[in-house]
């Protein structure tokens, strides 16, 4: 018989108090959290990380807990950590695809949460192609909403991820200076990741060329510049990927990529010794990453990646330990 | 020309209301009596006579409210406003006269078309109705309509409300003939190429929610350019639902050089910002979008200044499941017959940032000059126009209480003050709370 491993309680910590307004808790934004709040669940994340050292990974913390992974846009990392997180903590865990599922014959969003919704899900993690889908599911379904991404919105548990891995790999997150390079403008990573950095204490620098660094930005508390120039003074260079799939038809926002990688194009050369660089994937190798420095920083996206599971692990935990609503916290939750 | 159900005009009294019209210089608790649909006899203690006495006594008495600018979805979405809907709803919100817009399906581009509707109306208008022609053949900016032919056939103006008129030469065409018609062309400001797919203001709340913005500079170098053709053609025109500072600028300037240019201003961009649109609420989508507070300032000047001279609902039924979607994926318009007088009322009259008399001016007087109506007014003689409002009443905007066929209201689930307990237009009682 295999030992049951354990999480001890006082590892994880419970976030306290109901949100206001007193409804079922949500990740829907990084708008949405304090400082305490993202403090709360990179420990978590960290005391997940520890227990998936050991040899038998899995832990019994959500045993009987459903989580529906609802994807109706392309995803790789996401659907798969969120999916693996779910079973590390022992969930039942479903994944629908837009492709192949009753969306393909116009089902509306609504429908499909309702639909979902009857089987009591007490977690909907939800990625879709349009700003807001996870609150209209969040209004439609008894869940505890995660959205892993909505449009050019939010990406909250990316960020967090962020957070994460920058502070394993620099020991700190306060007083770093972070550039953000690339197609802002389609980038709801880049709108999470300015919100997160701010909430922990790290300045931001927006950089990329001006039709791509959505107007009235700097009123999120970040610097902008166009030139490439301004990531010197970076500890940590984000890149972005150019979202051509996200862009209208002739909208011209750069007159060619070719002109956007000569100018913005994350080169070594315009990186200075010790900088540390991130993307979030995927890459568009030769575009705004140079191969060479996607494989020099090979490490860190490896590392990226696996924050995003006890990132997860711990969003999906910190959810469900407050308990839906009517079932006191003590029996929802599995930890010895 | 303006088209309604016929029927028997009503003979009334409505008792000690505080009888209000600026234009007339009224301002009194009166009787006023109605014989046959037109007003009597304003007065102390004015004879019943056998009518039916309406207790005015703590009301405002006023002239009736005129909406330029309504879509009543008919022909081709009668599940989200029909004629009789659409006037029912107009009624409950003070109108005793509204304009529809043409952009149906089909669109009003044809005398056979508003033909149609005209017959439609005169079954099941509640109040009078007229309705705007196309200025293009299918909206499709490429061709004229037929516009003599539809102003001889009572068109009451020309738009292609909706989408912009895009090619100045073909504006400039539409000034040009359509000034033998006397009918005032209406126009959408909207420099495609800018607003592309922009789904709210383009500033701080659009750039940090990631949609994608339809700058105010959009609507205004529109506004420019038709002023700049108005100006040079010598022909007067009307800018519907100005939503920028930029916009209200350069009709100014227009004005005081002479053009006799006339706007309009809806309800929601009076009393809302983009703020709003944090909600990701499709109801509180729009074209033009909600824009800053200072382009709201700059509204609320110009419409208590006289510059817009007209409050338009820009009433835009939709289906609720068009709405219960993703923001991006909504269509865009709300409504507003029902809810325009106390959103008004309670946003900008009660705040002390504009004078009950310049909003019932605003409301009824100006709109109707604005398409060359009559001003409805409470003068003995006159037809009469009246609505009789309650400014102490606090009610809820809900779903459940609206004649629309459709309720993407803007004020879901709030409350305001100033309701409308009566209206009568064209000398029949059309609503009685």
Request: proline letters at 6%.
């Amino acid at each position: 018989m295999t030992p049951e491993l354990r999480v001890m309680r006082g590892d994880l910590r419970v976030p306290g108090g109901s949100p206001p307004g007193g409804g079922r808790r949500h990740l829907l934004s990084v708008a949405d959290l304090s400082a305490d709040d993202v403090e709360r669940l990179l420990a978590t994340a960290a005391s997940f990380g520890r227990s998936l050292e050991r040899e038998v990974k899995k832990l019994p913390t959500l045993r009987g807990r459903t989580v529906v992974n609802l994807f109706f846009e392309s995803s790789t990392r996401t659907s798969s950590s969120f999916e693996l997180a779910a079973k590390r903590l022992s969930a039942d865990t479903m994944t629908i695809r837009a492709a192949g599922s009753a969306v393909d014959k116009g089902e509306s969003l609504k429908d499909t949460a309702l639909t979902l919704g009857a089987y009591d899900p007490d977690v909907i993690v939800i990625r879709h192609p349009q700003i807001g889908a996870p609150q209209l599911v969040a209004g439609c379904t008894e869940a505890h909403i995660v959205n892993a991404g909505d449009g050019k919105h939010q990406h909250p548990t990316q960020a967090l991820l962020d957070l994460y891995a920058i502070r394993e790999e620099l020991g700190r997150l306060e007083g770093l200076h972070v550039a953000v390079v690339g197609d802002v403008l389609h980038s709801r990573v880049a709108r999470s990741l300015v919100q997160a950095l701010a909430l922990v204490g790290a300045s931001v620098t927006l950089v990329g060329p001006p039709a791509l660094i959505p107007r009235g930005i700097e009123a999120m508390g970040c610097e902008v510049a166009y030139d490439i120039e301004a990531i010197g003074a970076a500890d940590v260079v984000y890149v972005l990927r150019m979202q051509r799939e996200r862009m209208l038809e002739g909208a011209a926002y750069v007159p060619s990529l070719r002109e956007y990688s000569a100018r913005w194009g994350v080169t070594p050369e315009r990186l200075r010794p010790g900088q540390r660089v991130m993307h979030p994937g995927p890459m568009n190798r030769g575009v705004e990453i140079d191969p060479r420095v996607a494989d020099a920083s090979h490490a860190l996206i490896g590392l990226q990646v696996r924050a995003g599971l006890v990132v997860r692990m711990a969003v999906l935990y910190d959810l469900l330990t407050s308990g839906p609503v009517g079932v006191p916290a003590a029996a929802a939750v599995g930890v010895a | 020309m303006l088209w309604a159900q016929a029927g028997r005009k009503d003979d009334l009294v409505v008792r000690g209301a505080r009888v209000l019209d600026g234009a007339a210089g009224l301002d009194a608790v009166l009787d006023v009596r109605v014989d046959g649909g037109t007003v009597s006899q304003l007065g102390r203690d004015v004879p019943a006579n056998g009518h039916r006495v309406i207790d005015g006594e703590g009301l405002l008495l006023a002239p009736a409210f005129v909406d330029p600018h309504v879509h009543l979805r008919s022909p081709g979405r009668e599940d989200e406003e029909t004629i009789a809907s659409g006037t029912e709803a107009a009624a409950a919100g003070g109108y005793c006269v509204i304009l529809a817009m043409p952009n149906t399906e089909p669109p009003v581009d044809s005398a056979a078309v508003l033909g149609a509707l005209a017959e439609a109306a005169r079954a099941e208008a509640r109040i009078p109705v007229g309705f705007l022609a196309a200025i293009s053949k299918g909206q499709g900016g490429s061709e004229l309509t037929e516009m003599v032919e539809l102003a001889e056939s009572g068109a009451a103006g020309f738009s292609d409300d909706g989408r912009p008129v895009v090619s100045p030469g073909l504006l400039r065409r539409a000034l040009q003939y359509g000034s033998i018609t006397g009918l005032r062309l209406a126009l959408h400001c909207e420099e495609p190429t800018l607003s592309g797919d922009g789904q709210v203001h383009e500033g701080a709340i659009s750039a940090e929610l990631g949609f994608a913005g339809y700058p105010s500079v959009a609507e205004s170098v529109m506004v420019q350019r038709d002023l700049a053709l108005a100006a040079y053609e010598g022909q007067p025109l009307h800018l519907l639902h100005l939503s920028a500072r930029e916009s209200v600028e350069a009709l100014r300037a227009a004005r005081e050089r002479g053009i006799a240019a006339t706007a309009e201003v809806t309800p929601h961009h009076l009393c809302r910002t983009d703020e709003t649109v944090r909600t990701l609420d499709a109801n509180v989508k729009m074209n033009p979008p909600l824009r800053s507070a200072d382009d709201r300032a700059a509204l609320i000047e110009a419409l208590r200044e006289g510059t817009i001279g007209a409050v338009a609902t820009d009433h835009a039924p939709h289906a609720r499941h068009e709405k219960e979607v993703p923001f991006e994926a909504a269509p865009f318009g709300v409504t507003g017959l029902e809810t325009a007088f106390g959103a008004l009322y309670t946003h900008l009259v009660q705040p002390g940032l504009l004078r009950l008399e310049t909003l019932l001016e605003r409301m009824s007087a100006g709109p109707a000059r604005a398409y060359g109506l009559d001003p409805p007014r409470i003068a003995a003689g006159a037809p009469a126009n009246l609505v009789l409002i309650d400014l102490s009443e606090r009610w809820r905007v809900e779903e459940a209480g609206f004649r629309s066929r459709s309720a993407n209201s803007w004020l879901l689930g709030e409350e305001l003050q100033g309701r409308v307990r009566l209206t009568v237009a064209d000398g029949r009682v059309a609503f009685q709370a």
